[in-house]
Every structure is written in C-alpha cells, then in structure tokens.
C-alpha cells in the first residue's frame, strides 16, 4: 500500500518547485482535475490538458507569485484531504485565502483531483 501523505508531500514539492512533468507522472494517464468557480483556471480538466489549463494560466495570472503552504493532511486508504493557504500578487494586489484539496488514489498513483476553496470570493478574484 501506498504511503498517501508521503506521496501528497511529494507532489506538492513538485508543483512548488515547477517540476509538472515530475507531479503528473504520479497520475494515471485518465486522471482528472476538478476546480469550480467561473474563472480561468475551472473547469473538469484531463491530466493531458492540466498545462494549458491549470498550471501556465496560475503562472501567468500571478506573475509566478502563486505559492501555498501546507496547513494540515488527513489521509484514508483511498486518498487524502489537504487545507491549504493559498497567496498570490496580482495587478499589485495581494491575495489570500484558504482552501481543501482532496486527492483520490488508486493503486500507487493519484486517479483525481479536486479543489474546494473556502473564501470564493478571494478564489474568483485570484483566477477570474
């Protein structure tokens, strides 16, 4: 069995370095991305897609100042939930807020994703 936090962890070390082909090689090839909300970033997204469609638009809206901190992790058999700080400069403007990522797993390898930001207003405001 998978160690789930340890593989959390990792993922997110990669994102935070800018290592994306590293982080979505621990998906399987029909994992999907989930973020609600109306902005640039939302949308149901195919692990092919996640480049265009998730990270280049985060880099770009926030200048590469997007960062986010790791506040808590619960895990399951099946996956983890993660409450995170999200914080970002754009158009001078500093942003903040919280938000849960929940991360399924399936055998040694993420299957899904999702993002539920809990100020969504900020999380608009951030991506729209």
């Known amino acids: 069995m998978a160690d789930i936090e340890a593989m959390v962890k990792e993922a997110y070390a990669k994102f935070g370095a800018g290592d994306v082909e590293g982080l979505l090689d621990m998906f399987h090839d029909d994992a999907m991305f989930y973020v609600p909300g109306q902005t640039r970033v939302s949308g149901d997204h195919e692990k092919s897609a996640f480049v265009t ?15 986010e901190d790791i506040l808590d992790i619960y895990t399951s058999d099946h996956g983890a939930a993660v409450v995170l700080h999200h914080s970002l400069t754009r158009d001078g403007q500093e942003i903040n807020y919280h938000t849960i990522h929940v991360w399924d797993v399936k055998g040694d390898k993420f299957s899904a994703w999702w ?11 951030a991506w729209g």
Do not use: T
């Open 53 to 67: 469609s998730i990270a280049a638009p985060v880099m770009e809206i926030s200048g590469g100042s997007f960062k």
């Open 115 to 125: 993002e539920y930001p809990h100020e969504f207003d900020q999380f608009q405001r």
